[in-house]
């Protein structure tokens, strides 16, 4: 028999084969997308979506749980943030907010070092707000200055400020945006899921609690 025959029989084999594949309802596709695994590519993974509850502002026994990936130097993130405590003003029983850190300006981490600061001694709601809106500076000097105006004790605020723990909480915050393959700040999460439309929020909260 020639190589020609050959090669001749050979395909016809492998035509005969995919049929027989056809024919039996066995398809060639590619792998279904993970259940936990939004159309953006987000994971959401509640184990690592709520690794790091330290500090919860509002209700911490809320049926809305709100955790948000933030970086206190997108104006982006400060806008959402007003846009929470207004939530909050209106209701502080119906949703437990726990911002945690993804860092998109390097500049940005000695202010969720200084909030994880002022967390300790319970002033990280107001160290929040005081990063978003009056020391936008990123230096140690206004970390500082922050921790008077907020009247802490700031001989362990210094301490604490630039502490193992500190650093270690803000990089733990980072590690987990980055295996849940957040794209960018403010990511959000309600009870778990990855909000797609920030301006879904409050409906999707108000939803949560009837």
């Known amino acids: 028999m020639s190589e020609k025959?050959?090669?001749s029989g050979t395909i016809f084999i492998i035509i005969v084969a995919l049929a027989g594949l056809i024919l039996g309802g066995v398809a060639i596709s590619t792998p279904k997308t993970?259940?936990?695994t939004t159309s953006s590519g987000v994971k959401?993974?509640?184990?690592?979506?709520n690794n790091n509850k330290m500090f919860v502002i509002?209700?911490?026994?809320?049926?809305?749980?709100?955790?948000?990936?933030?970086?206190?130097?997108?104006p982006y993130c400060a806008k959402l943030h007003e846009q929470i405590n207004e939530i909050i003003a209106g209701d502080p029983s119906k949703v437990a907010v726990n911002i945690r850190t993804f860092i998109i300006h390097e500049d940005s981490i000695i202010m969720s070092q200084a909030a994880y600061a002022a967390g300790l001694q319970g002033k990280f709601s107001e160290a929040s707000n005081l990063l978003?809106?009056?020391?936008?500076?990123?230096?140690?000097?206004?970390?500082?200055k922050m921790a008077e105006e907020l009247k802490l004790d700031v001989s362990k605020f210094k301490n604490d400020l630039n502490s193992d723990?500190?650093?270690?909480?803000?990089?733990?915050?980072?590690n987990d945006a980055l295996k849940l393959g957040?794209?960018?700040?403010?990511?959000?999460?309600?009870?778990?899921k990855y909000l797609e439309d920030l301006n879904d929020l409050e409906a999707t909260i108000e939803e949560a609690n009837k």
């Open 165 to 174: 723990a500190a650093q270690t909480a803000v990089e733990t915050d980072n």
């Open 44 to 49: 959401e993974d509640a184990t690592v979506i």
């Open 5 to 7: 025959t050959n090669k």
């Open 58 to 74: 509002g209700n911490e026994n809320a049926k809305a749980r709100v955790v948000v990936f933030s970086d206190f130097l997108c």
């Open 132 to 144: 978003f809106s009056k020391y936008t500076e990123p230096t140690e000097e206004n970390m500082v």
């Open 34 to 36: 993970s259940q936990n």
């Open 182 to 192: 957040l794209g960018g700040t403010p990511s959000v999460f309600v009870n778990d």
